[in-house]
């Protein structure tokens, strides 16, 4: 059974700082993966989706890698902003039974202090 | 639609009581989930509907819970003699396709379902 984490639950970090988010999946058998941000009281925004063919994928200050092999995913902010404050999770996405499911972690509650 | 659209954004029920909840999918896409999300957890798979085939149920936790997608668009998700354990987000998601694993999710607001 697929199973997502993430690491660290929480981080809080002065502005300016660069940081990492980890997410690790039990079952590399994985089509995708995909790292979305949640602000409170909403949905879930797309940020990045990674092929399970490639090793990272870029847009502006993000940056997400992925090692397949080791069940690992990384999101890596540059020159963290008080408005990157959110939860940020990852999903990977494999098939069954002809359809393309998400297995989604628990989220890392990110704060920017300015 | 520009984006995904849920209503309501918050429900107050009764223990008891039967609600629904309503998701309208960007236009075009034929590919839709429902979510729950309880505080503090992650998100839980109940439903997914893809074109025209019969839906994958394999999430839903009991069946008080149950889904129809009118037409290809609209998605009703109902829920008979709400539980307090029920209380957490609905989310609703669509994609353009089924069959094609290069397209990104897309995520409504929610309805946050409080029972009392």
């Known amino acids: 059974k697929q199973e997502v984490t993430q690491i660290p639950a929480a981080l809080s970090v002065p502005e300016g700082e660069n940081l990492v988010l980890n997410c690790s999946f039990t079952?590399?058998?994985?089509?995708?993966l995909q790292w979305f941000r949640q602000d409170p009281g909403k949905g879930l925004t797309s940020l990045l989706l990674?092929?399970?063919?490639?090793r990272e994928q870029t847009s502006g200050r993000l940056n997400a890698s992925l090692d397949k092999s080791s069940g690992r995913s990384t999101l890596y902010i540059a020159a963290s902003q008080p408005g990157d404050s959110a939860t940020y999770l990852c999903a990977v996405i494999f098939l069954s039974s002809g359809t393309y499911k998400y297995i989604f972690g628990t989220g890392t509650r990110l704060k920017v202090l300015a | 639609g520009a984006g995904v659209s849920q209503s309501p954004s918050n429900k107050v029920t009764e223990k008891g009581k039967d609600v629904e909840l309503r998701c309208d999918p960007i236009s075009g896409h034929t590919a839709l989930y429902w979510y729950r999300q309880s505080l503090g957890q992650g998100l839980e798979f109940l439903i997914y509907?893809?074109?025209?085939?019969?839906?994958?149920k394999s999430g839903l936790p009991s069946d008080r819970f149950s889904a129809e997608r009118t037409g290809g668009s609209v998605s009703t998700l109902t829920i008979q003699r709400t539980q307090q354990e029920d209380s957490a987000v609905y989310l609703c998601?669509?994609?353009?396709?089924?069959?094609?694993?290069?397209?990104?999710?897309?995520f409504g607001s929610g309805t946050q379902l409080s029972v009392l």
């Open positions: 998601a669509s994609r353009q396709t089924y069959n094609a694993p290069l397209e990104k999710l897309f």
């Open positions: 079952d590399s058998a994985i089509y995708n």
């Open positions: 990674i092929q399970s063919s490639q």
């Open positions: 509907f893809q074109g025209n085939s019969a839906p994958d």
